[in-house]
């Protein structure tokens, strides 16, 4: 199956600093991307998603970005607030068989 | 709106003993199901998914089963637990077209003692 590696597994930053969290994943058949927010004790929640056939997708402070070539995407966050901090989860998936694999997730705390 | 249920939320089980979870969707038809499980600190593995009634595929060898007997319900299973079944356990479900989002329960945390 699928493989995905998220890095790194921790992240500190500043509030108003910016955060990159980076996945890669290694089925070149995998064309959908999705990120989730998951706070503590949570279930994981949708923040952004991307398909293959895009190569950037913005909402607000949040970005993703996809290599298809390198089979590699991002996370940005930009202008961090403390409401941020959570585990994120990227995670890759083939649209027809929908199953869904998830990186081991990067521990985001943004410091007041 | 659909909605998906998952109980216990929490679940303290000695070790030997028989496992039952529970999930149920609600406001679709036909829905992909998955059973996930995160142990403290680690990422996302998915243990099983379905497509349909009856249809489930495992994706790891493990001490766990899962079953599908109505359209909207899975339950994950196991007749004798291990320590190393500790953990959080999540139901999911998609649609599988063109919305192709999971969408999580609220998940059980086990421990095995």
């Known amino acids: 199956g699928e493989n995905v590696e998220q890095h790194p597994s921790t992240l500190s930053v500043q509030e108003g600093d910016s955060a990159v969290i980076k996945c890669t994943y290694s089925?070149?058949?995998?064309?959908?991307f999705p990120w989730y927010k998951q706070e503590l004790g949570k279930r994981p929640q949708l923040i952004i998603d991307?398909?293959?056939?895009?190569g950037e997708k913005k909402d607000q402070r949040i970005a993703v970005t996809l290599n298809k070539t390198a089979k590699h995407f991002s996370l940005h966050i930009t202008e961090t607030q403390p409401e941020d901090s959570a585990v994120y989860f990227c995670?890759?998936?083939?649209?027809?068989?929908?199953?869904?694999?998830f990186g081991s997730g990067t521990k985001l705390n943004v410091k007041p | 709106s659909q909605t998906i249920h998952q109980w216990p939320a929490t679940l303290v089980q000695p070790v030997g003993s028989p496992l039952s979870l529970e999930c149920t969707v609600e406001?679709?038809?036909?829905?992909?199901l998955y059973w996930y499980r995160q142990a403290a600190g680690r990422g996302l593995q998915l243990l099983f998914y379905?497509?349909?009634?009856?249809?489930i595929s495992s994706e790891v060898p493990q001490n766990l089963s899962a079953s599908r007997p109505q359209d909207r319900q899975f339950i994950l299973s196991s007749k004798k637990l291990l320590l190393s079944d500790s953990g959080f356990y999540l139901c999911?479900?998609?649609?599988?077209?063109?919305?192709?989002?999971?969408?999580f329960g609220q998940g059980t945390r086990l421990t095995v003692v």
């Open positions: 999911a479900w998609g649609t599988g077209t063109v919305n192709t989002e999971a969408f």
């Open positions: 089925d070149s058949a995998s064309n959908y």
């Open positions: 991307i398909r293959s056939n895009v």
């Open positions: 995670a890759a998936s083939i649209v027809h068989f929908n199953k869904f694999y």
């Open positions: 406001g679709t038809s036909n829905p992909n």
């Open positions: 379905s497509v349909g009634i009856g249809q």
